[in-house]
């Protein structure tokens, strides 16, 4: 594990399966840096979720002066956040959202922590890694934060984040030579690797770069210009081309 890793926010969304009638969690990644919001369009077509309407991005990869474009369905999407109320939200679809994300780890010294303060929060071991179906963006990730709660920063230094899909570990671990908590964790996820090697050694970097994703309609294209550094949305090895921040939205 290296030393001030940045953790995003990753926690699970609660919809329904279409097939089965039955609830799923999704991961998903809550990124203030995106204007956005997208969904995975496997995931769209597996649910069968409609169409409300289409619009044209263009996306420039990282590195490169050339542009794709790709159409994009908007689908709304229901869920229902932690205490079981229903949330209605309006997803862009997209092939490619993120790289798999590390998760924190849940640290003794965290949950000795919370169990003192008498804090209500779950937090569970997951899997070393997680690769983001859904990208909630600043147009509807608000409405799931919780407001009436603070954000609590934690002897390890990660923050616990109070939102509707439960509390999420967010921030970086201080200089893993001083916790040796934080070692142990790191030798126990080194003794159980992500089920995929490959997108786990991906190494994520923040984009620096101004990139650019538009939107056209018919010959007229209105051109979105994308905010640098881009929260949450990473490169690596292998994997130049990443869904760039817009400043509008469809």
């Known amino acids: 594990m290296s030393i001030r890793e940045t953790y995003l926010p990753v926690g699970e969304l609660t919809i329904m399966d279409p097939s089965s009638r039955e609830l799923r969690k999704v991961p998903t990644l809550l990124d203030s840096g995106a204007e956005c919001s997208f969904i995975d369009h496997k ?4 649910l069968c979720l409609p169409t409300l ?3 044209t991005l263009r996306v420039r990869t990282f590195g490169s002066d050339r542009v794709q474009e790709c159409v994009s369905r908007k689908v709304p999407l229901e869920m229902w956040d932690d205490k079981g109320k229903p949330w209605s939200l309006e997803l862009l679809t997209h092939e490619t959202l993120t790289s798999t994300l590390r998760t924190p780890p849940v640290l003794e010294e965290d949950v000795t922590f919370i169990k003192a303060q008498n804090i209500d929060a779950k937090l ?3 899997k070393a890694a997680v690769k983001p179906l859904i990208v ?3 147009d509807q990730l608000w409405q799931l934060i919780r407001h009436d709660e603070a954000h ?3 002897p390890s230094g990660l923050y616990l984040l109070p939102t509707r899909l439960g509390h999420l570990l967010t ?8 916790h040796p908590t934080v070692q142990k964790e790191g030798a126990r996820r080194e003794r159980n690797p992500p089920e995929s090697t490959a997108t786990a050694s991906t190494t994520q970097v923040r984009l620096e770069d101004n990139l650019v994703i538009s939107h056209a309609d018919g010959a007229a294209a209105r051109n979105l210009v994308v905010c640098p550094r881009s929260s ?6 292998g994997e130049q081309q990443r869904l760039a921040r817009s400043s509008e939205c469809a």
Do not use: N
């Not at 921030?171 to 001083?178: F, K, M, Y």
């Not at 949450?232 to 090895?237: D, E, F, H, K, V």
């Open 43 to 46: 995931l769209a077509e597996e």
């Open 53 to 55: 309407g289409t619009t």
């Open 124 to 126: 569970v071991r997951t």
């Open 136 to 138: 909630l963006g600043s």
């Open 152 to 154: 609590i920063r934690l």
């Open 171 to 178: 921030g970086h671990v201080i200089d893993t030579l001083q």
């Open 232 to 237: 949450g949305l990473a490169i690596g090895s």
